[in-house]
């Protein structure tokens, strides 16, 4: 069993009721897209120009971004020159296989499947405040744990005393031990201490928290390589994965935060959080493939367990599932 296979729902009812929680939280998006594309295909037989300029709108103003929607255009564009004939009724289909093939060439959830995984497996996570990145630490956390898992968290936003209180109570509920120091004590120094720590007490993950303070591009590149370096001074190759986490809520705010972090540090893996509530659930499909980042997790509730291996085909399956 791979390292993320526990974030697979093996239980049928519990995989059904993951299903159901991912559809819910994408029903605004679902319904603000589908219901305005469904109006501008009413009454055509084939997809012409008419149709394909309203797709682009809907596409754009669902989050997708404009580099890919225009993507999926020109690939749709080429598949009804290619085929000649498209009837409306396929459009949906052949939307699902676009973004499907964007998201697949991007992705890939099991790579540590066939692989020797470290111990312990360092996870730096970045972010702006705001975006649910200590919550997401901690429902992360918690599946660890659940598994069987010895899960330690460093408090690295050592900026803010909310941060660190708040990870602290992440940890006592999740059971998992949090390594901390006074506020103002630098970054990198929390990070070496959390990661000495898990090796130490044999811990098999290592979670860290960072300041989440968008300052200019050269302070945060500096930041963040002196935890990088400093962390690959215990561990060679370590941190082992760069969690970049934006809030889907923020629309194309999320794009510029996953533009600035990239810029910044080399981030590995996506997390999208509160997916619920928001008609924006295209950011998706969009930050994916215009920065070659996989998503890794996607939040959709405020629950525990509302985190979510993100998974390519069940994510498009909902989006355009039509029978809600």
Known sequence: ????????????????????????????????????????????????????????????????????????????????????FLNTSQLYALLKEEIVSLLEEESNIDIFNNQEVPKPYVILVVGVNGVGKTTTIGKIAHKFVQSGKKVVLGA?????????????????????????????????????DTLSS???????ICIIDTAGRLHNKVNLMNELTKIKTTLSKLIPGAPHEV????????????????????????VSALAITKLDGTAKGGVVIGISDQFNIPVKYIGVGEGMDDLQLFDRME??????NLDR
Do not use: C
């Not at 009413?42 to 971004?65: I, P």
């Not at 940890?171 to 990070?191: C, E, F, L, N, W």
């Not at 898990?198 to 098999?204: P, Q, V």
């Not at 986490?245 to 080399?266: M, P």
């Open 1 to 84: 069993m791979g390292l993320f296979d526990i974030f697979k729902s093996t239980k049928p009812d519990t995989a059904k009721q993951d299903r159901e929680k991912l559809e819910k939280s994408l029903e605004k998006s679902r319904e603000s897209m589908l219901s305005r594309l469904t109006r501008s295909v009413v009454g055509k037989s084939t997809v012409d120009e008419d149709v394909l300029d309203e797709l682009e709108e809907v596409l754009v103003e669902a989050d997708v971004g404009v580099p890919t929607t225009l993507k999926i255009i020109h690939r749709i564009e080429e598949r009804v020159k290619r085929d000649k």
């Open 198 to 204: 898990a090796m130490a007490g044999g811990e098999d």
């Open 156 to 192: 690295g936003d050592t900026f803010r005393a909310a941060a660190v209180d708040q990870l602290k109570i992440w940890g006592t509920r999740v059971g998992a031990r949090v390594v901390s120091q006074k506020m103002g004590s630098d970054p990198a120094s929390v990070a070496y």
């Open 315 to 320: 994510f498009v399956n909902s989006f355009f």
């Open 243 to 266: 969690l970049l986490v934006v809030d889907a809520s923020t629309g194309q705010n999320a794009f510029e935060q996953a533009k600035q972090f990239s810029s910044a540090t080399q």
